[in-house]
């Protein structure tokens, strides 16, 4: 399998081939799922720790690699009956209406699902989640589907056993300390990166090898608020 299947296929931001009428909600073009990432650039020190971290663990536990990022919203499109021109033409409209923002790292955590296995979870600042809100507000999504965010950075996606976990997480602190937030008697800061552009993928939920995921663009974020 390709070790980074979350490579930009597509190399634009625009989706040709799609077909839409009136709001994008057309029969006649293809709906998928979807879902928005905050990526850290990739030229960072914070990318770089956290993609070693991430292929380390899936080398280690035999599961797949993929790109560090925290999803502002996930596993859209297909309740909304939107396709790709019209998913593209709101994620314009979405970076226009942000400014760049940070997210903070708060803890090392792990969870019981496949895609919350082991992460890093992330500080819910009132900008982190004004971002998340606004998105879920552009992509028409119920706001109710998306009351329970929790905003993260996955560093091993799979089924692993409590012990794994804990193998996981003791692993992380061992090789990649910068990732993780200092002491509570510690003046340095937490570890954070930089949010300029908001990346929008294909992300079928069913597809756990994510051997289909595909990025479709990344736009800038140019708004003031």
């Not at 997210?103 to 496949?114: K, N, P, Y």
């Not at 971002?131 to 028409?140: F, L, R, Y």
């Not at 999504?141 to 089924?159: E, F």
């Not at 090789?175 to 992300?203: C, E, G, I, K, Q």
Request: negative net charge.
């Amino acid at each position: 399998m390709d070790p980074d299947p979350l490579r930009d296929k597509s190399g634009t931001a625009t989706a040709a081939g799609a077909t839409s009428a009136g709001d994008g909600r057309s029969s006649s073009a293809k709906v998928h799922q979807y879902s928005i990432w905050a990526m850290p650039d990739e030229g960072s020190a914070f990318h770089a720790s956290a993609s070693a971290a991430i292929s380390n663990l899936s080398t280690r536990f035999g599961c797949t690699a993929f790109e560090p990022h925290v999803t502002v919203i996930g596993a859209f499109g297909e309740t909304e009956g939107l396709n790709d021109r019209e998913v593209v033409r709101r994620m314009e409209q979405l970076g226009k209406s942000l400014k760049p923002y940070d997210i903070h790292v708060m803890e090392l955590a792990s969870g019981r699902l496949f895609f919350q296995c082991v992460y890093l979870k992330m500080l819910p600042s009132n900008e982190v989640l004004h971002v998340h809100d606004k998105a879920v507000e552009v992509m028409g999504m119920d706001r109710d589907a998306s009351a329970a965010y929790m905003p993260h950075l996955s560093l091993i996606y799979g089924d692993l056993s409590d012990d794994q976990k804990q193998e996981a997480k003791a692993a992380v602190g061992k090789a990649f300390p910068s990732l993780l937030p200092p002491t509570p008697t510690s003046s340095l800061p937490s570890p954070a990166f930089h949010v300029a552009s908001l990346a929008l993928y294909r992300t079928e939920p069913t597809d756990l090898t994510m051997s289909t995921w595909e990025r479709i663009g990344v736009f800038p974020l140019t708004g003031t608020v």
